[in-house]
């Protein structure tokens, strides 16, 4: 069955970098476009990031342009999040989901169930 | 930017009562692309409906949605005792793609 399981979330200092990544199985990966989305403490679900099938294309939240970098890897079903110059209001846990297209339509079908980035000294 | 707002922030109901969660974009969008999301505490989202009105896979017959242009609705007809979560319209028109603040549906 399909799957998406994110890892690398932990602990890191203000000014950080980190990164995420999402492994999948159970789909023809590199014919799907896979998003990042992440949940603060107490708030809402806020969509981050999106790569096409292809990592031909990438768009990201005004919140994370320029910090946060978005990649996969076709070859090994990942896909991963860069996130650097960290600041305690990305502590949140950070959600891969499947788009159901390869276009990045935002139809997001399935999803992994989060690891959580604490920013803090 | 595509802003999204629901009301209300959230609601007291009884396992068989129905619910009605409002959605609202701050710009016309194509029906095609409002899908709605239930999450619940320490689980992955779940989408329940896209293009508005069409039911994912396996979502149970008691989930529906409507609407158009700017104004979006999900319908719950008959709460049962796992529908207790928060649930989340979110626009695919164009990125970046906003969900709205959420609903918390509690007992």
């Known amino acids: 069955q399909v799957q998406v399981v994110e890892s690398g979330g932990g602990v890191v200092q203000p000014g950080g970098s980190l990164r995420l990544s999402c492994g999948a199985s159970?789909?023809?990966?590199?014919?799907?476009?896979m998003h990042w989305v992440r949940q603060a403490p107490g708030k809402g679900l806020e969509w981050l990031a999106v790569?096409?099938?292809?990592?031909?294309?990438?768009h990201y939240a005004e919140s994370v342009q320029g910090r946060f970098t978005v990649s996969r890897d076709n070859s090994n079903n990942t896909v991963y999040l860069q996130m650097k110059n960290l600041g305690a209001e990305d502590t949140a846990v950070y959600f891969c989901?499947?788009?159901?297209?390869?276009?990045?339509?935002?139809?997001?079908?399935?999803w992994g169930q989060g690891t959580l980035v604490t920013v803090s000294s | 930017d595509i802003q999204m707002t629901q009301s209300p922030p959230s609601l007291a109901a009884s396992v068989g009562d129905r619910v009605t969660i409002s959605c609202r974009a701050s710009?016309?969008?194509?029906?095609?692309?409002l899908n709605w999301y239930q999450h619940k505490p320490g689980k992955a989202p779940n989408l329940l409906i896209y293009?508005?009105?069409s039911l994912h896979s396996g979502v149970p017959k008691r989930f529906s949605g409507s609407g158009s242009g700017t104004d979006f609705t999900l319908t719950i007809s008959s709460l049962q005792p796992e529908d207790f979560a928060s649930y989340y319209c979110?626009?695919?028109?164009?990125?970046?793609?906003?969900f709205g603040p959420g609903t918390r549906v509690e007992i």
């Open positions: 293009a508005a009105s």
């Open positions: 710009q016309s969008i194509n029906s095609a692309y």
């Open positions: 790569i096409l099938f292809d990592a031909s294309n990438e």
């Open positions: 159970g789909f023809t990966f590199g014919t799907y476009a």
């Open positions: 979110q626009q695919s028109s164009s990125p970046p793609f906003t």
């Open positions: 989901a499947r788009d159901h297209s390869p276009w990045g339509t935002a139809r997001l079908d399935y």
